[in-house]
């Protein structure tokens, strides 16, 4: 199939691309690498061996969205563009509602405009808001959401059910994550984040690295196994691989998966994997509970295992040791620049 990746210069866009090209299919990027590196598809290309045109422009333009529409036929699309940060988005909002949105709705107005009727979006647990753990697709969503980013991706999934349910032909599939990590193995590709971290792991290797002098893990007092935050972590190898999964067992309509490990781990047992992992001990300091942010959640994804035939393979050790080679061979991520 030939694949149109939206966002594909970002942290799970990049990982995805490899895993489409390895199992042969073909790929076109979109990005305006706002917040990605143009250096990435090089490394890409590098590793997989394949030409991967990267179109750089920003999905609202509805005259550039069709240009490459005209220009190629595409067999789906896969759809990660859009701003991602929780904390910046409750400081932002109208931004995040305005690019998400406004994006998205481009992007599925000019696929039905070229009759393409396969898509696969990056969802996000956000939109289970606090509901009972594990989390399951069978759960309501859209209740107890803290923050406009988790919004957007709500609201992005009624109207892809909204559009499915006008038009039963179209195949649309809402991949819901949990917490990504790790890095390709190679060393290569890998999460670049700019400025301070907005995800835990790259804090952690950038303590470990010497760029930062501590952790602070936010809140120590929760009823969890050691009073830190419990999250599903899940190497960004395998999300990827759920991507390719979704892709290849797509089904008419709208369907909903988890993407998860279906095991919590505590904000202390990473450090202590990624410690282990790397033998690299790493300072932190305990800071008071953020706004918002849950004790815990977990995935229940036995959905993608019966009907994707998917399942995580890789464990947490793996994905910190992944990290931890990105890192340590990427100081300044993609940025040429040697100065810290």
């Keep these: ?3 149109l990746v939206t966002g594909g210069a970002g942290y799970i866009g990049s990982h995805t691309i490899i895993e489409l090209l390895q199992a042969g299919h073909t790929v076109e990027v979109v990005d305006n690498l706002s917040n990605s590196n143009a250096e990435v598809m090089r490394r890409i ?5 394949k030409k991967v045109p990267l179109h750089v422009f920003d999905l609202k333009d509805k005259v550039k ?3 490459i529409f005209k220009a190629s036929v595409f067999d789906g699309v896969i759809h990660f563009a859009g701003l991602k940060a929780v904390g910046e988005s409750t400081q932002k909002p109208l931004t995040y509602y305005r690019t998400n949105l406004d994006s998205t709705l481009t992007l599925l107005e000019t696929m039905q405009e070229f009759n393409v009727k396969q898509l696969v979006f990056s969802s996000s647990a956000t939109v289970y808001g606090s509901s009972t753990i594990p989390y399951n697709e069978f759960l309501s969503t859209g209740q107890g959401i803290t923050n406009p980013y988790g919004q957007t ?3 992005i999934e009624q109207i892809l059910k909204d559009t499915a349910k006008a038009d039963g032909t179209n195949c649309f599939t ?3 994550y949990f917490n990504p990590i790790g890095a390709h193995a190679s060393g290569r590709i890998g999460e670049d984040p700019s400025g301070v971290p907005n995800n835990l792991m790259p804090y952690i290797t950038q303590v470990a690295s010497g760029k930062r002098k501590r952790l602070s893990i936010f809140g120590n007092d929760y009823n969890t196994i050691d009073g830190t935050g419990v999250r599903d972590y899940i190497h960004v190898v395998d999300l990827a691989k759920g991507h390719l999964a979704a892709l290849e067992n797509s089904q008419q309509g709208w369907s909903a998966y988890n993407l998860g490990s279906g095991k919590g781990t505590s904000v202390l047992e990473l450090i202590h994997a990624f410690e282990q992992a790397t033998g690299i001990p790493i300072p932190y300091e305990f800071a008071p509970r953020r706004a918002g942010d849950l004790p815990e959640y977990y995935a229940d994804a036995s959905k993608a295992l ?3 035939h998917w399942k995580t393979e890789k464990t947490i050790e793996e994905a910190c040791a992944d990290s931890w080679r990105w890192q340590s061979q990427n100081p300044n991520g ?6 810290p």
Aim: glycine share 8%; aromatic share 8%.
């Design 174 to 176: 809402v991949l819901r």
């Design 306 to 308: 019966n009907e994707l």
């Design 153 to 155: 991706k709500y609201i």
């Design 65 to 67: 969205t069709r240009g």
């Design 45 to 49: 290309e590098e590793l997989s061996g």
């Design 334 to 339: 993609y940025r040429e620049t040697t100065q």
């Design 1 to 3: 199939m030939h694949i």
